[in-house]
């Protein structure tokens, strides 16, 4: 099993440009989330999706879309990127609730300029 | 609604001494309470988790965490640590209103020879 992987690992975007980070999980996971994290302040939730089909937001959705019409995959758009947006994404998977193990993707660093 | 307090930024500490890192929680009737890991450049991994039962849960490497609900805490600790413990920790909470989980802002752990 690969897990969580994400795509790219790396990427550098110019302010209102568009781009989609792609996450796929190979362990038939229901719940599959999106969290940013910023130097100091730990991991912020910015959609996650309880099935295909369902998605509701977090903490941080302003400035991305998500939608999730597989089991697997969980891909976050960003639309008319922002300096705000420079940050490392991560995409995590569990079976079921939270109270089941979330595993996480190894990470996209996006940088805004 | 929940939130998380990891109170220290940062904890050095030299090789083979012991360690505590804090975590305290707001209240709730019910609560599940974990530990992540995060290493250099890599996504976070799993430690340990409580969901009930015994208040001392024990994970990988060698890290212990108890929970005491009197006091809203969950402090992880281990009795001698080693330099591949150096890592980014992180406290989460949830509970059974709500399918997410709330994270600390981080406890980086630096290990010294």
């Known amino acids: 099993n690969a897990g969580v992987t994400q795509t790219p690992k790396f990427r550098i975007l110019k302010i209102g440009q568009s781009m989609t980070l792609q996450c796929t999980q190979d362990?038939?996971?229901?719940?599959m989330y999106w969290y940013r994290q910023d130097p100091g302040m730990g991991l912020k939730l910015i959609y996650y999706?309880?099935?295909?089909?369902?998605?509701d937001k977090g903490e941080v959705p302003n400035g991305y879309n998500v939608s999730r019409s597989t089991t697997e995959d969980f891909p976050l758009r960003l639309e008319l990127a922002a300096p705000s947006q420079t940050s490392v994404y991560f995409c995590?998977?569990?079976?079921?609730?939270?109270?089941?193990?979330?595993?996480f993707g190894p990470g996209t660093r996006l940088t805004v300029t | 609604a929940q939130s998380v307090t990891q109170l220290d930024s940062q904890v050095p500490v030299f090789e083979e001494a012991p360690v505590e890192l804090r975590c305290n929680y707001s209240s709730s009737v019910s609560v599940y309470l974990f530990w992540y890991v995060q290493y250099p450049n890599q996504g976070l991994q799993l430690l340990l988790k409580y969901l009930s039962g015994s208040t001392l849960v024990k994970g990988i490497n060698g890290f212990e965490a108890e929970f005491n609900k009197s006091q809203t805490s969950f402090h992880l600790r281990k009795p001698s640590v080693h330099i591949s413990d150096t890592a980014e920790y992180f406290c989460a909470v949830s509970d059974d209103d709500t399918d997410k989980l709330i994270f600390g802002t981080g406890t980086r752990l630096q290990v010294f020879p």
């Open positions: 995590a998977s569990s079976y079921n609730r939270v109270s089941y193990e979330q595993y």
């Open positions: 999706s309880v099935g295909a089909g369902i998605t």
């Open positions: 362990m038939n996971h229901n719940y």
